[in-house]
């Protein structure tokens, strides 16, 4: 299969998902994360802010602004990814795609600031690898890292080929761990 097969079926897997199923896989993977040493540890975490089917990220991006963590997002610009700090998540604005921006107002921000990386994505395997939504927004913000970070995507099974590869090029950048509702997949990550 190629790319776009592999997006599609991942895409239609992931929107057949029932809404208590989505609810219930949500707060699973919310718990496995959050009981993550590199979570738990980081004083900085660049979050994504999920839209559509997604993994709901908003509840642990407010969990973690109360627990004291700094927050960056991203803002699409360009051909790319801004990235800001914000103190709270009333104030983002809705960006590309409608998804949940900062207004670009708030303090810029760099990747390098953040002790962990979670990282939204269409399809992935049990190698680590990850296809995005074919922008490479991630992969180009990722590639920029002038140190290692780790970098965590949140799934549903239904997200994940096993025993299959998903067709990769140089530029993709893999995770180091993709946590489902069912597991914690470590890769040899980037």
């Given at each position: 299969m190629d790319k776009g097969?592999?997006?599609?079926?991942?895409l239609k897997r992931r929107?057949?998902?029932?809404?208590?199923?989505?609810?219930?896989?949500?707060?699973?993977?919310?718990?496995?994360?959050?009981g993550?040493?590199?979570?738990?540890?980081?004083?900085?975490?660049?979050?994504?802010?999920?839209?559509k089917s997604e993994?709901?990220?908003?509840?642990?991006?407010e969990q973690a602004l109360a627990g004291g963590k700094k927050i960056l997002l991203p803002k699409v610009k360009g051909g790319g990814l801004e990235l800001f700090e914000i103190k709270e998540t009333?104030?983002?604005?809705?960006g590309f795609m409608g998804i949940p921006e900062p207004t670009g107002k708030e303090r810029p921000?760099?990747?390098?600031?953040?002790?962990?990386?979670?990282?939204?994505?269409?399809?992935?395997?049990?190698?680590?690898?990850?296809?995005?939504?074919?922008?490479?927004?991630?992969?180009k913000l990722l590639s920029k890292a002038e140190r290692r970070i780790p970098l965590v995507a949140l799934a549903y099974e239904a997200q994940v080929f096993s025993g299959e590869r998903l067709p990769l090029e140089p530029h993709d950048i893999k995770m180091d761990k993709i946590i489902t509702e069912k597991r914690t997949i470590i890769s040899d990550g980037h």
């Open positions: 097969a592999f997006r599609a079926g991942a929107a057949s998902l029932t809404a208590g199923q989505k609810l219930s896989n949500d707060n699973a993977i919310r718990q496995r994360l959050s993550l040493d590199e979570f738990k540890a980081a004083g900085t975490i660049l979050f994504y802010a999920s839209f993994v709901e990220t908003m509840p642990l991006i009333a104030g983002l604005a809705k921000a760099s990747v390098d600031e953040a002790d962990i990386v979670i990282v939204p994505g269409v399809a992935f395997d049990t190698e680590g690898g990850r296809l995005g939504y074919g922008k490479g927004y991630y992969d």
